[in-house]
């Protein structure tokens, strides 16, 4: 079930945008453990691409542009999971270290959700794209669904490539408990500065 969650939401899924000010709590993590995973908390995080455009009507053939993309990282809070029973034999502290971790995984979120911004914005943002429709509103109502099916397939084309700076991240801190995670932490901290 887990590698099915990396790639899709499910209906009515509850996301929390990453700020700079948020800090996840435990609380916040309400999907059910997953037995087939060793780990005692598991974060899913999504990169949600949102955009503005304006129809341009060139000829008989109206086209539209992109004015504005804008991508940001989420945690996935309806199946992003801890096994509470677990949390109460460690120390305040190692909750505390746990949880900073996973908070590491929505801050990845959010950094790598800044890279493919800038990327997609390079290469969309000087392009037109062809949409129907007769009236103005027929026209947007196409374009919408047109510009929200090409963000959303760029989504799953880098969803591999974000899936490796995930990776990488519990590979370099061995899950929270390495003192890589302090180096993780502070990178971390940039990225808050940087808002």
């Known amino acids: 079930m887990s590698d099915y969650l990396e790639y899709i939401l499910l209906p009515n899924e509850t996301l929390i945008p990453w700020t700079k000010d948020l800090r996840l709590r435990w609380s916040e993590f309400e999907g059910k453990p997953d037995d087939n995973m060793p780990w005692d908390a598991y974060t899913y995080t999504w990169i949600k691409f949102d955009f503005n455009l304006k129809i341009i009507n060139r000829d008989s053939q109206p ?55 800038s990327r997609v914005r390079s290469k969309l943002l000087k392009k037109s794209f062809s949409c129907k429709g007769k009236t103005p509103q027929d026209k947007r109502k196409d374009a919408n669904q047109i510009a929200r099916g090409i963000l959303d397939k760029i989504a799953l084309e880098i969803r591999a490539e974000w899936r490796k700076f995930e990776d990488r991240y519990d590979e370099d801190t061995r899950h929270g408990t390495d003192m890589n995670q302090l180096w993780y932490n502070a990178r971390f901290d940039k990225l808050r500065a940087q808002v």
Not at 78 to 89: A, F, G
Not at 92 to 112: I, N
């Open 63 to 117: 086209r539209f542009k992109f004015t504005d993309i804008k991508a940001k990282g989420y945690f996935r809070k309806s199946v992003s999971w801890v096994r509470k029973e677990r949390l109460t034999r460690f120390s305040k502290w190692s909750q505390k270290t746990l949880l900073k971790h996973e908070q590491g995984h929505l801050d990845l979120a959010e950094e790598y959700a800044r890279i493919e911004q």
